[in-house]
């Protein structure tokens, strides 16, 4: 057998194979008689039915056969003579029977980046205290309060700092409605009619409150703002909105008692103090999860920052339709609309490209490591894992399991669970520093 593979760029290679004929007779012959010796055909006893009939009834099959046979011990033997690492066999191209009876195939193969590992134990993170700070317990019992504000109305006076606003407005840019300026949609920065918003700089949009001091409703005034160079819309950077804003309403939030009658509304059966404490348990969870998350984040970005390898386009553009959607999904339950999505997608899509090279980069990393580590994850390991998964979906386990292996996600669940494995060995091996920034900076 004949193998040439030529490595391009991009984590690509051509391979060219050609099969003598003696090979494919070979090859050829044994699988005839395999069927010979197991077909059962009307008329013969089996195994007893000539060779040429078997032959003849079974021309198919046995070619099929035989391809898919050569074919696999092609690629086998190019991944042995070349140490390939593949991700990919590519479709077999030119695939050709020659007169001679030999055969000759060309693939792309797509091949695992080259990986050169950086030093990965005693990687420094820097990440807060693990010691819940007072006031992050003080703003969730403040957002306890305002999900049950009470909202009066403002009378005598104009808007101040900290009311809330129920305003209907609409933006240009320039003198052009800020959808034609932006030749899309501008989701919320277009306008919008009784539109709450908190009289507050860090609220909307930076210097819009304080234009609104002084209004009473009934009133309108035009609002400029200029929007920052790292505004999420890249074609409203720093440009300048004029928004036509009328007050309708000024209205004032009363905040209920920290009691145990706000508390039974939380939480039905708990006292205040009950409730405190089950908040305090949840904070320091959530804490952790993020500290956990700030150390992974550091140790990917160290490692995003080393690594310099070439990764293939394909798992590039999936990687990133993957980011893109994850995006979305998490702007959707954020509470975007489609319209400002739909304005956003240039960045979606840029930001995702961006995060998928790292992420695709960590991950081959991590599996090097795993490699040199000898970290794995048994087919025990794997069973419990998914047996979990079925309990808290109430399903039955070996139906669970058996649904995973019919949809060949076996390999790709246990792939998570190894990169979760290495994380977990890495972290454990950082050189972890406290800081004076809060989970928030």
């Known amino acids: 057998m004949n193998i040439v593979v030529e490595q391009q760029p991009k984590c690509i290679a051509t391979l ?36 040429a009939v078997v032959e003849k009834r079974f021309e198919k099959n046995i070619a099929e056969k035989l391809q898919s046979k ?22 077999p191209e030119n695939l050709t029977t020659h007169p001679d009876g030999s055969m000759s195939f060309d693939a792309t193969l797509t091949l695992a980046p080259v990986v050169q ?16 700070p007072d006031e992050d317990f003080a703003q969730q019992l403040e ?9 009066i109305a403002i009378e005598g006076r104009g808007a101040e700092l900290g009311d809330f606003a129920v305003i209907d407005y609409s933006s240009t840019v320039n003198g052009q409605p800020t959808d034609e300026f932006l030749g899309k949609s501008a989701g919320y920065l277009s306008g919008r009619e009784g539109f709450w918003v908190r009289l507050d700089e860090q609220v909307f949009l930076p210097g819009f409150a304080r234009q ?62 009950e409730l405190k404490t089950i908040m ?23 490692f995003d920052a080393l690594a310099d390898f070439e990764l293939p386009a394909e798992l590039i553009n999936q990687e990133t339709q993957n980011q893109a959607d994850a995006m979305v999904e998490r702007g959707i339950n954020a509470g975007m609309t489609e319209e400002e999505v739909q ?10 490209a961006q995060q998928a090279v790292s992420h695709l980069r960590a991950n081959f990393i991590f599996q090097e490591i795993a490699s040199v580590e000898n970290i794995t994850v048994e087919d025990q390991e794997l069973a419990n894992h998914l047996a979990r998964i079925a309990v808290s979906r109430n399903v039955a386990p070996k139906k669970f399991i058996n649904d995973m292996k019919q949809a060949g996600r076996l390999t790709h669940i246990r792939q998570s669970m190894l990169i979760g494995k290495v994380v977990d060995f890495l972290v454990e091996h950082a050189e972890v520093l406290d800081s004076t920034t809060t989970l928030n900076d």
């Open 212 to 273: 609104v001091i002084g209004m009473h409703p009934g009133e309108s005034r035009d609002i400029s703002v200029t929007l920052p160079e790292d505004f999420p819309v890249a074609g409203l950077r720093n440009a300048e909105l004029l928004f036509n804003t009328t007050l309708k309403d000024l209205k004032q939030s009363v905040l209920p008692a920290l009691d145990d009658a706000l508390a039974t509304r939380l939480a039905p059966g708990k006292s205040m103090e």
């Open 143 to 151: 957002a306890a309060r305002e999900r049950f504000a009470e909202f």
């Open 117 to 132: 590992l950086p030093a990965y134990k005693g990687i420094t993170v820097t990440v807060p205290p693990l010691a819940l």
């Open 343 to 352: 304005a956003q997608q240039g960045d979606i899509f840029a930001t995702a």
């Open 16 to 51: 060219r194979v050609e099969i003598p004929a003696d090979k494919v007779t070979s090859e050829r012959n044994q699988i005839l008689r395999t069927y010979t010796a197991e077909a059962r055909i009307p008329g013969f006893r089996p195994g007893k039915a000539p060779r």
């Open 70 to 91: 050569l074919l696999s011990e092609a690629y086998q033997e190019a991944i042995r003579q070349e140490s390939l690492k593949l991700l990919d066999y590519g479709v």
């Open 280 to 302: 305090r348990v949840n904070l320091q969870h959530e804490r952790q999860r993020k500290i956990d998350d700030l150390k992974v984040n550091q140790i990917v970005a160290y």
